[in-house]
């Protein structure tokens, strides 16, 4: 998208410009919304993120969603973790009387999206959630005609921030290549940001993000809570009361893809289908010719649009053991790979990367594990802990590896044992696999800042540039598998394979950049 506001900084002069001061608000005289007013928010994306974060906004009595955006009119051909779920959730949400809301929304049934992967296929797209949200306000107005038309829809954000002046802040829910143009326009419109992640899909946009939320001064945050969780809590008093001694090494692995990944482009060209705006949808990418390989859901495998397993995943493991280990953007990526194909991520790997020493703490080296691959099982572990190096959907794991011992836990941080075990570090009573605490603590902390009332979200774009920097450089490692890329993170280049650096800030599409 042609975005003029951001063109005052060129897309290679912040090289180096990364760290930022982080003053109170009140300092720098930010835009914040009064504590006794709502914030009236707009969703960019409405797939099944969109919709999830949309949901618990709309349930916050400071929020008013008052605008939704999609380029796609609507479908029922969306992503969905259980059968009609996404129907489901809408009319919990609206609660009694709603049970049979939206009958003509119901599922059309399931697909085999992957050979490990079948899901129920549910609604999305800017109609149907603009319908959704106005029967959720209309179900509070205690009538019985319960009649609301309060939500506008649009198909081009731009319009959006153009014609709702009123709005206070905006969700971008989008693609992961649509993530920075869209939020950076929104802050360069003095808009409060909440981003699904991954924050950015290349390491140049992240700094821009970065750079747009420090000028402008307003709220940012991503949907991730780890940097807040009670895991990540519990092991930074664990590893700095030494229960391990010094990490050397992490060691951190998941289950996906569960969407194709390792497949060259189709070769056909199929019809767009009716209400999307394909050109939209491609935005700031090549173009190319539709074809339902790349949406919904499936875009993530893919170089032009998501960010891969890693992309999708380590920005939540990234963010907790970067404030766990106090770690900055790595000095050299690896990675190995399956069979490497030209615009899809393999469809398993392992990347190496490696941080410098800081604060007294010695370098670390990190692998990331995807596709089923798992580090080595470590001899002497407990049963209950095992389940983490088997195969399994849900067997995702970390472990921490120091000189006297090691830390293994959940993807997450989530239910971490000391070996060897040591009774002065016992965690709380075993959670359901999953969690990892505070669910809602990311939108909490970005909410509580845009009303003058907190702290800065320690899931900022600020703060979670250097991790995005991080795992990105990961994700380009695997487009390389056996290429050793040195960083120089300074000065956001590649010292050891100039073929990478035109990744680090990727050509835009003529007419969707800035």
Known sequence: MENN?????????????????????????????????????????????????????????????????????????????????????????????????????????????????????????????????????????????????????????????????????????????????????????????????????????????????????????????????????????????????QVHEVHNWSSRPFWKQGIDRPAESQPVPEGLDWNMWLGPAAERPFNNAYLPFVWRGWYDFGCGSFGDMGCYSFAGVFKILNLTPPTSVEACSSESYDETFPKASIVHLNFPANGGRPPVHMAWYDGGLRPPRPAGLKNEDQHYFEKGEDNEGIMYVGDKGYIVAGFNGNNPRVYPENKKYQAPPRQRRGEYGMRDVAIDQWLTYAQGKGPAPLANFEIQSPVTEAFLLGCLAQQFPGERLDWDSANMKITSFEKANKLVDPPVRSGFGG
Request: proline residues 5%.
């Open 5 to 245: 506001e951001s063109s005052k900084m060129t897309r290679r002069a912040f090289a180096g410009a990364t760290a930022f001061m982080i003053v109170p608000r009140r300092v720098l005289g930010a835009p914040f919304i009064p504590p006794s007013d709502k914030i009236n928010l707009a969703t960019i994306g409405l797939g099944r993120q969109g919709q999830a974060v949309t949901q618990e906004l709309l349930a916050r009595p400071d929020v008013q969603v008052v605008a939704v955006c999609d380029c796609n009119k609507g479908s029922m051909n969306y992503v969905e973790y259980g059968s009609n779920a996404l129907l489901s959730s809408w009319r919990r949400l609206m609660g009694q009387g709603y049970e049979k809301w939206g009958e003509d929304l119901t599922s059309p049934g399931e697909v085999q999206l992957a050979r490990e992967f079948r899901t129920s296929l549910g609604m999305g797209g800017r109609d149907p959630v603009k319908r959704a949200i106005e029967a959720y306000y209309g179900s509070r107005k205690g009538s019985a005609s319960g009649v609301y038309k309060g939500c506008t829809a649009y198909s081009d954000y731009r319009e959006l921030l153009d014609k709702e002046q009123g709005i206070d802040a905006v969700y971008v829910a989008t693609p992961d290549h649509w993530h920075a143009p869209i939020a950076i326009a929104a802050m360069r419109k003095h808009k409060h940001v909440l981003g699904q992640k991954p924050m950015a899909h290349s390491i140049a946009d992240a700094h821009r993000m970065a750079h747009a939320a420090h000028e402008m001064k307003v709220s940012t945050s991503l949907t991730v809570n780890n940097p807040s969780s009670d895991a990540t809590k519990l092991l930074i008093d664990w590893i700095g009361d030494g229960a391990i001694g």
